[in-house]
């Protein structure tokens, strides 16, 4: 069974960074690929990052690329998402996602959720 652990949001002003953390367990990740999707209120969740277990690509939204940065520690079976320069609209609940295959945006592709971590940037 697969389960998705996601931790490290909070309140944090304009400009500051924050890094999330995904824990993954239940499956061997080697042909995975990993996402993080953001979701504000009112708003249909949204991709924001992916990277590859095993080869490390990654893809970014553009909104996004720039300022925040996925990676993964594959001894950890942990995906991270630093994210800095914050800015109050990327406030949301922050979800990581995996699914068997290859690097992709669509969230109706990934077939595993975490429970999501609220981020919260003040202006």
């Known amino acids: 069974q697969v389960q998705l652990v996601e931790s490290g949001g909070g309140l944090v002003q304009a400009g500051g960074s924050l890094r999330l953390s995904c824990a993954a367990s239940g499956r061997t990740f080697s042909s995975y690929a990993m996402g993080w999707f953001r979701q504000a209120p009112g708003k249909e969740r949204e991709f924001v990052a992916a990277?590859?277990?095993?080869?490390?690509?990654?893809f970014y939204a553009n909104s996004v690329k720039g300022r925040f940065t996925i990676s993964r520690d594959n001894a950890k079976n942990t995906v991270y998402l630093q994210m800095n320069s914050l800015k109050p609209e990327d406030t949301a609940v922050y979800y990581c996602?995996?699914?068997?295959?290859?690097?992709?945006?669509?969230?109706?592709?990934?077939?595993?959720w975490g429970q999501g971590t609220q981020v919260t940037v003040s202006s």
């Open positions: 990277i590859s277990w095993s080869s490390g690509s990654t």
């Open positions: 996602a995996t699914r068997r295959g290859t690097v992709v945006t669509g969230r109706s592709l990934y077939d595993y």
